[in-house]
């Protein structure tokens, strides 16, 4: 079976950096993914790692660490827009598997 | 545009009706697939499709069921056995290129039981 564990939530100030942790244990592996979704809306895709180590694009990073079974995305410079849920996702047998998401909501 | 379309936004059920969701994509994309979302709750893998002609149960099967005729279309049908069936529902597709394969989502559709 698949588990996916992430926090529930997290709260941060405008323009500070938050790091939502992933860790996962699953039958096989072919990448991990990190969405956002705002309330009511789609997910829609930030990042994607299959190798270990540090993918930088823009504001957000992702780093993945196959043996720990561990991910996390980084947020820098925060914006209230930044407000939504981010989800970790595992792909595997051309399957993805979700966490629940972590709502992270960014304070003025 | 390129993209995924689901149709309708918001889909009103009574006891005992199959509805039917739609799900189109112009990417050329080979594999489809279809998820449920709860409240407080990560997306669930209904069914997915790699190719036409061929679809696989997901983690939550019961109660629905889809056909892939098209390589561009994926509908998916509430049937009456499914006993709880209000969830938003995303459709998505993906194709794989150089090892690397992304999952690409509609805006969704939200079913509600009368």
């Known amino acids: 079976g698949q588990n996916i564990d992430q926090p529930t939530e997290m709260t941060a100030t405008e323009g500070a950096i938050v790091q939502i942790n992933c860790t996962y244990q699953?039958?096989?592996?072919?990448?991990l993914f990190w969405y956002q979704q705002h309330a009511g809306e789609a997910p829609t895709f930030l990042s994607y790692?299959?190798?270990?180590g540090l993918e930088e694009k823009g504001r957000f990073s992702s780093f993945l660490s196959r043996s720990k079974g561990y991910s996390y995305l980084l947020l820098k410079e925060l914006q209230m827009k930044d407000s939504a849920s981010y989800l970790c996702?595992?792909?595997?047998?051309?399957?993805?598997?979700f966490g629940a998401g972590t709502t992270v909501t960014v304070r003025a | 545009d390129g993209g995924i379309t689901q149709s309708p936004k918001y889909l009103f059920r009574k006891e005992g009706q199959n509805v039917t969701l739609s799900c189109e994509q112009n990417?050329?994309?080979?594999?489809m697939y279809w998820y449920r979302q709860d409240p407080g709750q990560g997306l669930r893998l209904i069914y997915y499709?790699?190719?036409?002609?061929?679809?696989q149960k997901g983690d939550i099967a019961e109660g629905y069921s889809v056909s892939r005729e098209k390589k561009e279309s994926f509908p998916l049908t509430v049937t009456s056995a499914q006993k709880n069936p209000t969830a938003f529902y995303l459709c998505?597709?993906?194709?794989?290129?150089?090892?690397?394969?992304?999952?690409?989502f509609g805006p969704g559709t939200r079913l509600l039981v009368l």
């Open positions: 499709s790699q190719i036409v002609n061929d679809f």
């Open positions: 790692n299959v190798l270990d």
């Open positions: 996702a595992v792909r595997s047998d051309y399957k993805l598997s």
């Open positions: 990417l050329n994309h080979d594999a």
């Open positions: 998505a597709s993906s194709m794989e290129r150089g090892g690397r394969e992304t999952q690409y």
């Open positions: 699953t039958s096989g592996f072919n990448g």
